[in-house]
Nanobody, 124 residues
Framework: QVQLVESGGGLVQAGGSLRLSCAAS????????MGWFRQAPGKEREFVVT????????YYADSVKGRFTISRDNAKNTVYLQMNSLKPEDTAVYYC?????????????????WGQGTQVTVSS
């Protein structure tokens, strides 16, 4: 089992930066692909980025490519999301998730474990 807890959200002005963290309790953290998703009020949860078990492969949604960077530290059971050049459109609750699939996936149904989410608000 994997338990995930996100942190680092907050209020920031457009153009600013935030760094989200996702701490995992499972001892087999390194066997999971990890992903970040976000959900704005009244909208469906959408894919942001995913990272392979080793951390060597990543895949970003076009909307965040070049601005967000995902990384993981398997020794610390933690995945990070560095968000730069934030836009009001980035405002959402951000969730980290773990997937046991052998490939990186971009849909919520392929992820087995989810955190509680952390609010990110970007003002104009």
């Amino acid at each position: 089992q994997v338990q995930l807890v996100e942190s680092g959200g907050g209020l920031v002005q457009a153009g600013g930066s935030l760094r989200l963290s996702c701490a995992a309790s499972g001892r087999t953290f390194s066997t999971y692909y990890m992903g970040w998703f976000r959900q704005a009020p009244g909208k469906e949860r959408e894919f942001v980025v995913t990272i392979s078990r080793s951390g060597r492969n990543t895949y970003y949604a076009d909307s965040v490519k070049g601005r967000f960077t995902i990384s993981r530290d398997n020794a610390k059971n933690t995945v990070y999301l560095q968000m730069n050049s934030l836009k009001p459109e980035d405002t959402a609750v951000y969730y980290c998730a773990a997937s046991g699939t052998i490939v990186q996936v971009t849909t919520t149904d392929k992820y087995d474990y989810w955190g509680q989410g952390t609010q990110v608000t970007v003002s104009s």
